[in-house]
């Protein structure tokens, strides 16, 4: 992912894809143009990297111009088309391709077809790199199109967002969702999880969607999803791994305008860790971190008894069963920490201090995300 002024961009089309593309224009126009000697004219700013390119790769004698037109402010295409360099040599009787970066709605391209209305070249042949057919609403014959592409913003090969992004050699395409910072909280019981989320939640405008509470919503209001894990939880059997993602799925979505997720209880296994991965995914986001709060068997043993002095909850009162969880937490999560370790984001913060050294560590962490 990049940033460029204020917004994100993920990878979209590579240097590879782009190449190919590329090759494929040179070898349609060489077969049709048969001996003849083209000018391409490119036009700029956006086409300068398509051109140098595509004439490199031209097996033929040709000459190479340029024009200038300017239309887009930002991430829209405007009325105006300015005309910065016009046409500054006598093509007449000549065969003119264009080399366009990308046509959108058509506008830069019937300036063109204006530009050369009284230039008298023998044809004019339109070649784009890339094409969003949804957004063109022009009538003008395209003769090569490289790659047709969803009507979406893209940077890179000479396509900017405000004046970056021109340099980059693959492609990239505006997030609709802007950038979020999605956590997934990890802690052996007694680490103080609960309790940091919270802090966490308010510092960084964060949902907490804890998988428990999200279970004992659905159930109590008896919504679907709640029924269909709860006929599961009756049977005593597990409930299948899709009906928690698409109740982590119905959170996520209540909560679209968001900073981010902090993810607690969920998941436990690896083939929850990729479902999420892909819910995130097909939320044009993903998972930044996975963080987990190390404490020292010894002290949550000490931290479990002197709550379960005072909380009556039985399972902090035994010290074999809290022996138990501890080594039952970390059987599950060793895996876990592999899968997000394997993607340079397990985060590992010590959980012994006061509760606001403790947070400052864990900010630490999500501040550099
Ligand atoms: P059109 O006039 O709407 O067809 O747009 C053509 C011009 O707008 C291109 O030459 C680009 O300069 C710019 N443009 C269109 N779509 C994009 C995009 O997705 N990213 C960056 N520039 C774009
Ligand atoms: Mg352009």
């Known amino acids: 992912m990049i940033k460029l002024h204020d917004l994100y961009f993920k990878p979209f089309i590579s240097e590879q894809q782009i190449d190919n593309a590329v090759q494929n224009m040179v070898d349609s126009i060489v077969a049709d143009l048969d001996g003849e000697m083209p000018v391409f004219v490119g036009i700029l700013n956006g086409s300068f990297m398509l051109v140098s390119d595509f004439v490199k790769k031209y097996p033929k004698p040709c000459e190479v111009t340029f024009i200038k037109l300017a239309s887009y402010e930002g991430v829209k295409s405007t009325e105006d088309i300015q005309r910065l360099i016009g046409l500054t040599q006598d093509l007449s009787g000549r065969t003119v391709v264009i080399l366009e970066d990308i046509i959108d709605s058509g506008k830069t391209l019937e300036e063109v077809h204006r530009i050369f209305a009284n230039e008298n070249v023998k044809q004019l042949l339109i070649a784009t790199l890339f094409y969003k057919p949804e957004a063109y609403d022009k009538d003008f014959k395209l003769h090569y199109v490289g790659m047709e592409i969803p009507n979406k913003f893209i940077v890179g090969y000479g396509l900017d967002y405000d004046g970056l992004g021109r340099d980059l050699p693959d492609v990239y395409q505006l997030k609709t969702t802007q950038h979020m910072t999605n956590l997934v909280l990890f802690g052996p019981p007694g680490a103080g999880k609960g309790t940091q989320a919270n802090f966490l ?23 679907a999803l709640g029924m269909l894990a709860k006929s599961y939880i009756d049977k005593g059997e597990l409930v299948p791994d899709q009906v928690t993602i698409d109740m982590l799925n119905k959170e996520v979505e209540k909560n679209a305008a968001a900073k981010g997720f902090i993810f607690d209880g969920f998941p436990r296994t690896n083939a929850q860790a990729k479902a999420l991965d892909d819910l995130m995914d097909s939320k044009d986001s993903q998972i930044n971190a996975m963080i987990a709060l190390e404490v020292d068997d010894e002290v949550l043993v000490q931290r479990l008894l002197e709550r379960g002095k005072t909380s009556g909850r ?9 022996r138990n969880r501890i080594k039952e937490y970390y059987k599950k999560t060793a895996i876990l920490k592999d899968y997000y370790s394997d993607q340079d984001k397990y985060f590992g913060v010590d959980g012994v ?12 962490v999500i501040d550099r995300l």
Do not use: C, M, W
């Open 314 to 322: 039985p399972d902090d009162a035994d010290e074999s069963i809290i």
């Open 201 to 223: 939640k308010e510092k960084y405008n964060l949902v907490h969607i804890s998988t428990g509470d999200v279970f004992r919503y659905n159930i109590k209001n008896k919504t």
């Open 353 to 364: 201090g006061s509760i606001e050294a403790i947070t400052q560590r864990l900010s630490k």
